[in-house]
């Protein structure tokens, strides 16, 4: 082996070296200070571990196991859980799940039904209620300008049309009669007050 | 079944047939030789073992398609010093650690056998290795202490075997002139 080939492999590991490579080394660097210098830095590096060189993990093999675990098997989509969860509460959510779609499907249809106001029946007040059928049930014309007897002879009802018309309230409401009393009326009053006695 | 007696190519065997528990056999196996090729090249732990994690999730997703053309060490390397330069790329981290740290902790103007009494040696030798190219640093990291071959180096870097060497060897040159006196000097010691 030549001297440079020697030098080359001082750069190597020390243990790669054989013993009779080592040997050589060790008995030219007496004379060489060039071999001699080599196989001394070589004999150092190799007496180090590569945790000392580069540091260790900084999670134990249990805490790296566990993170890459969670990382490889990710939590299932809302819908494959509620569709596959066994145990306790999967089949009652389910139906819950099922239950409320139900509800939501049946809100929305008596909400289209109730005059697109996507409002159910039951929320309306009997006024709406009222104008709503119209809506739904009278032509556009009917609608618009809507009186008793266009009413009863659209509903083939013609015969009835004059009771319709007694049923139609006074435009002055009751109460408002009662607070203008004539004036005699409101002296029998106060004569009547003035003669009651109080216990 | 003793794990440790099973190599890497049967636990390769037992995952492609579904065995989950192969697999971590196979991450307890090379994590560590992972997180150290890793850090080598990246320089900081907590990087060290994302990119550890992130070579065992592609390693998962891959290794139904391992067909064992190289070692399964070598494979898992390649990977990592895939990510590893990703992961410089996107830092754009040049160095393992700033020389300026470096320069920093190693005090100036003292003779080496001061400075050996004030530092430890094994930092010295971590610092002159940190102060390495990342390319020089990584080839003499996995040859000297994965005790990889260069043909080894060359397939987990995809280059020529020819240039492995010459980055090694330039490597330990580097190191012995920065070393030199630290050693000689505790050598000297020790005598």
């Given at each position: 082996?030549?001297?440079?080939?020697?030098?080359?492999?001082?750069?190597?590991?020390?243990?790669?070296?054989?013993?009779?490579?080592?040997?050589?080394?060790?008995?030219?660097?007496?004379?060489?200070?060039?071999?001699?210098?080599?196989?001394?830095?070589?004999?150092?590096?190799?007496?180090?571990?590569?945790?000392?060189?580069?540091?260790?993990?900084?999670?134990?093999?249990?805490?790296?196991?566990?993170?890459?675990?969670?990382?490889?098997?990710?939590?299932?989509?809302?819908?494959?859980?509620?569709?596959?969860?066994?145990?306790?509460?999967?089949?009652?959510?389910?139906?819950?799940?099922?239950?409320?779609?139900?509800?939501?499907?049946?809100?929305?249809?008596?909400?289209?039904?109730?005059?697109?106001?996507?409002?159910?029946?039951?929320?309306?007040?009997?006024?709406?209620?009222?104008?709503?059928?119209?809506?739904?049930?009278?032509?556009?014309?009917?609608?618009?300008?809507?009186?008793?007897?266009?009413?009863?002879?659209?509903?083939?009802?013609?015969?009835?049309?004059?009771?319709?018309?007694?049923?139609?309230?006074?435009?002055?409401?009751?109460?408002?009669?009662?607070?203008?009393?004539?004036?005699?009326?409101?002296?029998?009053?106060?004569?009547?007050?003035?003669?009651?006695?109080?216990? | 079944?003793?794990?440790?007696?099973?190599?890497?190519?049967?636990?390769?065997?037992?995952?492609?047939?579904?065995?989950?528990?192969?697999?971590?056999?196979?991450?307890l196996r090379h994590r560590r030789r992972i997180f150290q090729v890793a850090m080598g090249i990246v320089g900081n732990a907590e990087d060290a073992d994302d990119i550890a994690q992130e070579v065992f999730i592609k390693s998962y997703k891959s290794l139904g398609e391992f067909r064992g053309d190289s070692a399964l060490s070598t494979w898992l390397y390649r990977i990592t010093f895939n990510l590893s330069l990703n992961h410089i790329r996107s830092r754009k981290l040049r160095s393992f650690v700033s020389l300026d740290k470096i320069a920093a902790v190693l005090?100036?103007?003292?003779?080496?056998?001061?400075?050996?009494?004030?530092?430890?040696?094994?930092?010295?030798?971590?610092?002159?290795?940190?102060?390495?190219?990342?390319?020089?640093?990584?080839?003499?990291?996995?040859?000297?202490?994965?005790?990889?071959?260069?043909?080894?180096?060359?397939?987990?870097?995809?280059?020529?075997?020819?240039?492995?060497?010459?980055?090694?060897?330039?490597?330990?040159?580097?190191?012995?002139?920065?070393?030199?006196?630290?050693?000689?000097?505790?050598?000297?010691?020790?005598?």
């Open positions: 082996m030549t001297r440079e080939e020697l030098l080359d492999k001082l750069a190597e590991p020390l243990h790669l070296m054989s013993e009779s490579d080592l040997a050589h080394a060790e008995k030219l660097a007496l004379s060489d200070r060039e071999v001699a210098l080599s196989l001394r830095h070589s004999k150092a590096l190799s007496g180090f571990e590569i945790d000392e060189i580069v540091g260790e993990p900084l999670t134990s093999d249990a805490e790296f196991l566990t993170a890459l675990r969670e990382k490889l098997e990710p939590k299932p989509a809302l819908i494959d859980r509620l569709l596959w969860q066994s145990g306790l509460f999967g089949r009652p959510r389910l139906l819950a799940v099922a239950a409320t779609l139900g509800v939501l499907l049946v809100v929305a249809v008596f909400g289209i039904r109730s005059g697109g106001t996507l409002a159910p029946v039951w929320w309306i007040t009997s006024g709406q209620q009222m104008f709503s059928y119209d809506e739904l049930y009278l032509e556009d014309d009917a609608s618009a300008d809507l009186d008793y007897e266009a009413l009863a002879y659209y509903m083939d009802v013609s015969d009835v049309v004059d009771d319709w018309n007694l049923m139609s309230y006074e435009d002055t409401p009751l109460t408002d009669l009662w607070l203008t009393l004539e004036a005699e009326s409101q002296e029998e009053v106060l004569k009547q007050f003035a003669e009651t006695s109080f216990f | 079944m003793d794990s440790d007696r099973r190599t890497d190519d049967e636990l390769v065997q037992e995952f492609q047939s579904g065995s989950e528990r192969a697999f971590n056999e196979i991450v005090p100036g103007g003292e003779s080496p056998s001061r400075r050996v009494e004030s530092v430890e040696l094994n930092e010295i030798v971590k610092r002159a290795v940190a102060e390495l190219p990342a390319k020089q640093r990584t080839v003499f990291l996995l040859r000297y202490f994965q005790k990889l071959s260069h043909a080894e180096i060359a397939e987990i870097m995809d280059r020529e075997v020819g240039t492995i060497k010459a980055n090694y060897f330039q490597a330990v040159r580097k190191l012995r002139l920065k070393l030199g006196p630290y050693l000689s000097e505790k050598d000297d010691h020790e005598k």
